[in-house]
């Protein structure tokens, strides 16, 4: 199984935490940002296999930042995530290349679902 490299922006330190605990476990390599700044320099600086992003952020729409990384790497595997009912926003954030939207909360096994889905690796 080939080690990932995977970028979670999520204001709430709790969904990195998650990240870091689920698929930390398994050997994947988690960076985790909380703003537009960092999210921006770690997509210009490093080369994921896929990102899990929050849709709503303090002073951030989630489809502008899917819009700006997508500009940056139009090749990474994207996936939105949300504890709201944005269906306008899934719809655009669809439009723009995310290839999924995780419903949060979520569990481990709807994180390795959709990796699947989007790379084609098992975790």
Do not use: W
């Not at 930390?24 to 997509?43: C, N």
């Amino acid at each position: 199984m080939k080690q990932l490299n995977i970028l979670v922006v999520d204001d709430k330190k709790v969904i990195g935490d998650f990240f870091n605990l689920t698929m930390g476990y398994y050997g994947h390599h988690i960076t985790v940002v909380h703003d537009l700044p960092h999210t921006l320099e770690a997509v210009k600086l490093n080369e994921y296999d896929i990102a899990f992003m929050d849709m709503v952020m303090p002073g951030h729409d989630g489809v502008e930042v899917l819009k700006e990384v997508k500009a940056i790497n139009p090749e990474l595997a994207v996936v939105m995530m949300s504890g709201y009912s944005l269906d306008e926003k899934r719809q655009q954030a669809s439009l723009l290349g995310a290839v999924n939207c995780l419903k949060k909360p979520f569990e481990v096994d709807d994180i390795r679902r959709v990796v699947k889905e989007a790379i084609g690796q098992e975790i």
